[in-house]
């Protein structure tokens, strides 16, 4: 599979997508106003539940699949620090009994572990498990985002000293609603061929997303990319 060179357009979502002859239109809308893009194929890597709605006749058949299935929220926090932990480690897990309504986060991560430059300051990804049935619906009315921080904070501070670190070394913390939407994974899923339809090509629309095996994984996540991309370039 080769790479092809490509745009990142930050700040912009798409709103629609529809075949159009042989190809695709896909309608992304920014601060600067809305833009057609068109292409011979498309790859959504979005949840099954955004794809269904901003694909243009997205088959009434499949949206009774996706509303069958269930997601859970995974808020993502990103803490930033004015300076680096004394040790360097990839990913801490909280395993001790807690309740999911009220965790500050499950697992902490330190991307930048492997740099081969460090400036003084870093970034801690902190991930907020919401667990249970309407966790994505209190990220979508609630519009105080700091108690969804606070509560990082609080169970942050007990780790600080053995990171090094003090609470005024946290700058800040940046909180993004919608990172990680899990699937619940379901028996029956797989066996009953609801994962094949809801991702099988529309035309030259192709899905990605983890939700194409019903497995909450970054494997899942990357596996579906890989699948992805070479039904997209079966099209081109």
Known sequence: MKTKGGEVLTGTFAGRVRQRGRGVEVTSASAAGATLHAAQAAVLAVPRFVAARIVEGFPSERWEDVRAMEWRAYLVANILLARRPKVDWYDAYRVEEIDPRDCGWTDLILADHAAGAHGP??????????????????????????????????????????????????????????????????????????????????????????????????????????????EASKLI
């Not at 169970?155 to 990680?180: F, K, Q, S, T």
Request: net charge negative.
């Open 121 to 230: 300051y870093t970034v801690l990804t902190a991930y907020r498990a919401l667990p249970y049935s309407g966790g994505r619906n209190e990220l979508l009315t609630d519009d105080d985002y700091s108690r969804h921080r606070d509560v990082v904070r609080r169970d942050l501070r007990p780790w600080l000293p053995a990171l090094g670190l003090r609470e005024a070394d946290v700058v800040d913390i940046n909180l993004a609603r919608w990172g990680h939407p899990l699937v619940l994974a379901k028996p029956g899923q797989l066996a009953s061929g609801t994962l094949e339809r809801i991702s099988a090509p529309l035309g030259p629309i192709v899905f990605a997303q983890q939700d194409r095996f019903g497995v909450p994984a970054i494997e899942s996540a990357l596996e579906a990319a890989f699948v992805a991309a070479d």
